[in-house]
């Protein structure tokens, strides 16, 4: 029997995703829904314990887990599968609030701060230096290439890094085009590539972006509970996501273009 799925919120990435009358395809699953492939696109479909981005649809209660290779196709404004179908209609659009340079300004100090207290991770330990030098001199390109498809997970560690790094550049208002093309020609799985494009254009989970809106009105319990959530995301994506914001918001670059922009001096948060 067909379950019906109540939406409650679907990021941007899942319509562009999956067109009206394309079909898709299972192509893993995790404890609380399924991700879905469409030609080189992904999007997740997940329960209400899944927070919200911009590949996600989250529907009221995660759905039943399905074998890998189950045909999913979008009719309309209908997701179709022989397992469960959703409203599309139903969802509430997914619209973060976007940093901008000025909140990057106002979260240094707190983001500063964040980075002592991570540990490198140990996948990344070989490469850590060269990273660290790309990132200070805004080579997005040698940062990719030293990152990309690095490390275990779903979506490998370097990615997460480089999703991280590329949040900035998109919040600090880098040209959308290089960095979506830093983002397309990432050697890894179409998964991360899609969280990737995402992050060029300066989207990513809700607690990430929580997580700055506190940084930079010096919300410190706030930000201190949000990083503890984006921490806790995956095995270790969360940490490695952390650290690429961490990186690329200390980066020369960044500093310099928070002085274009005539922020004010940050305060601390600690």
């Keep these: 029997m067909t379950s019906h799925l109540a939406p409650i919120v679907a990021g941007a990435g899942v319509a562009a995703a999956h067109p009206d009358g394309a079909y898709g395809t299972v192509v893993g699953t995790f404890r609380h829904g399924c991700y879905v492939q469409v030609h080189g696109g992904m999007y997740a479909v997940a329960g209400p314990a899944v927070a919200p981005g911009p590949i996600h649809l989250i529907v009221e209660q995660a759905p039943a887990r399905v074998p890998e290779g189950l045909a999913v196709w979008r009719d309309g404004g ?4 022989t397992e469960w179908q959703i ?5 509430a659009l997914f619209r973060p ?13 707190a983001l500063n701060a964040m980075r002592g207290r991570l540990a490198v991770p140990d ?6 230096d060269s990273v660290r030098r790309a990132v200070a001199t805004d080579d997005l390109t040698a940062a990719r290439e030293l990152l990309e498809g690095r ?3 779903l979506t490998p560690t370097g990615d997460d890094v480089l999703a991280g790094i590329l949040l900035v550049h998109a919040w600090r208002g880098d040209d959308p085009q290089g960095l979506s093309e830093v983002a397309r020609a990432a050697a890894t ?11 060029a254009q300066g989207q990513s989970l809700a607690p990430v972006h929580d997580l700055m809106a506190h940084a930079a009105v010096h919300d410190q319990p706030a930000f201190v509970h949000a990083v ?9 994506s969360g940490v490695a996501l952390l650290w690429g914001i961490g990186l690329a918001a200390g980066a020369a670059g960044t500093l310099r273009s928070w002085r274009a922009a005539a922020a ?3 305060q601390s948060t600690t």
């Design 78 to 81: 209908r997701l179709r599968s």
């Design 228 to 236: 503890a959530t984006v921490s806790a995301i995956g095995g270790s």
């Design 97 to 109: 609030r976007m940093p901008g340079p000025r909140d990057l300004q106002l979260a240094a100090s």
């Design 123 to 128: 996948d990344l330990h070989s490469c850590w």
């Design 264 to 266: 004010p001096p940050a």
């Design 151 to 153: 490390g275990g997970g």
């Design 87 to 91: 409203d599309l209609a139903g969802a």
């Design 189 to 199: 799985t179409n998964l991360s590539r899609s969280f990737l494009t995402w992050a």
